[in-house]
């Protein structure tokens, strides 16, 4: 969401009108900003927020669009399936229960039971084998790490992700074979490449074909980990494979709809992933977090609350209650000594920020609190983030090239000035 449509400062509406237009309460209208829903802006002369009117009429519209349709997702009689509604069968998400299942089995459940490498080839072929083990093939992980490395010092790991994928996508020949065999050929050995082109942190490094989470964890941080921290690690990929159709998700399809190889699918999911309101969004979770553990939860929360901004790591739009991913991962995160301290200031956080509106860790806030207590950069996160739903995006793609290809089309309602105009003359 953005400022740009709203148009002057005087085309904004004040709180209590935006909450009149919704038919809510001012406290819900800013639990819709903390979750995304809204965005908020601070009033002139710094009292109170505004709102754009659009913005709050299309969530209105939205409410009273859904409030008749089908938990399942399906469209309903006589509603043919386009660009609005999406076919899967990779994840089932209930808010009523505040669940999510990949395969109609529960993800949590699957976290708790597997690995990262079991779930994600379950989650491609339906055949469960424990102890999978992916393997970057050598020619693609060299061109990965040459062009990874050729990046400015102080370069994060997104940015040598993107990279990575791109150059190892030209140095595999068959790249451009998209029967299923070639496509998870690909990802077994992309999601590797992905990890292993990333520089040590400074520990001890782990070998090629040690866990996901073994590897990935030595190009986070120098820290030496323990059986629980990487538990957490683990399960965190795991639980991140995929959330239906997310922005960086559709960007896949859409690639994939038009027979993008699935090194320059991924690609799109990388590049859709970069921003705050997805990818980066633990980033900020972690920044907070910081700024909690050096001087208490009290005025953080209320400089954001203050600001008219959400607080990071709480609410999801999806969710009524608590994100289900972040409610496993706090409990794991309780048996990590070190994750202590960062741990009481996610909850503190959370009970700051529930006296102004009741909202919930999500699992921004919980990779956070990993990331703090590990001694990771502020973009750890997101690198979790990436690794792990690269599964996701590759069990997203080859559903999309079972489909007709180019059906992710949408036609433009075109909003400009109407046809002929005069070729236009040089300035001067």
């Known amino acids: 969401m953005t400022d740009g449509a709203a148009g002057g400062d005087d085309a904004r ?21 903390s979750r995304g829903l809204l965005d908020s802006r601070r009033a002139a002369g710094g ?55 990949f395969r109609g089995v529960d993800a949590v459940a699957l976290a708790e039971a597997y690995a990262y490498e079991d779930v994600a080839q379950w989650l491609w072929t339906g055949e469960l084998e424990v102890g ?68 040590p942190a400074g520990g001890e490094d782990a070998p090629g074909d040690a866990p996901i989470a073994r590897r990935l964890w030595t190009r986070l941080t120098a820290q030496e980990p323990d059986a629980a921290s990487l538990r957490v690690l683990d ?30 699918a991924v690609s799109a999911g990388l590049g859709a992933l970069d921003g705050p309101l997805h990818g980066q969004a633990s980033a900020l979770a972690h920044r907070m977090l910081a700024d909690v553990l050096a001087g208490g939860a009290g005025p953080v929360v209320a400089a954001h609350l203050r600001a008219g901004q959400r607080v990071p790591g709480l609410g999801h739009r999806l969710y009524h209650g608590e994100d289900p991913r972040a409610r496993l991962l ?75 290809a180019l059906r992710l089309r949408p036609r433009g309602v075109y909003a400009g000035v109407g046809a002929p105009q005069p070729v236009p003359l040089p300035r001067g």
């Open 330 to 404: 706090l409990t794991l995160l309780a048996d990590v000594p070190a994750a202590a301290d960062a741990l009481a200031a996610a909850r503190d956080t959370i009970a700051t920020a529930a006296r102004h509106t009741p909202l919930h860790a999500n699992v921004d806030l919980a990779l956070a609190v990993l990331s703090v207590a590990s001694g990771m950069p502020a973009e750890a996160g997101e690198a979790v983030f990436a690794v792990g739903r690269t599964a996701g995006w590759v069990a997203h793609a080859l559903e999309e090239y079972g489909e007709r």
């Open 13 to 33: 509406i004040s709180t209590r009108e935006a909450a009149a237009r919704l038919g809510v309460k001012p406290e819900t209208l800013y639990a819709y900003v």
């Open 235 to 264: 399960a965190a990929l795991v639980l991140l494979i995929d959330h239906d159709l997310a922005t960086s998700t559709l960007a896949v399809r859409v690639a994939a709809s038009g027979r993008a190889h699935p090194y320059a």
């Open 47 to 101: 009292r109170g927020s505004t709102f754009d009117p659009a913005e709050v009429a299309a969530l209105a519209a939205r409410g009273r669009a859904g409030a008749g349709t089908a938990a399942s997702g399906s469209p309903s009689d006589g509603e043919a399936e386009g660009w609005g509604r999406i076919r899967t069968g990779i994840t089932l998400i209930d808010a009523a229960t505040d669940s999510y299942a």
């Open 132 to 199: 999978v083990r992916f393997i970057a093939p050598p020619q693609p992980l060299a061109a990965a790490r040459a062009a990874a490395g050729s990046l400015p010092a102080g370069s994060g790991p997104m940015d040598r992700m993107r990279v990575a994928v791109i150059a190892a996508g030209a140095a595999d020949p068959l790249r451009f074979d998209l029967t299923r065999e070639a496509v998870l050929g690909c990802a077994r050995g992309l999601i590797p490449t992905l990890v292993d082109a990333l520089p």
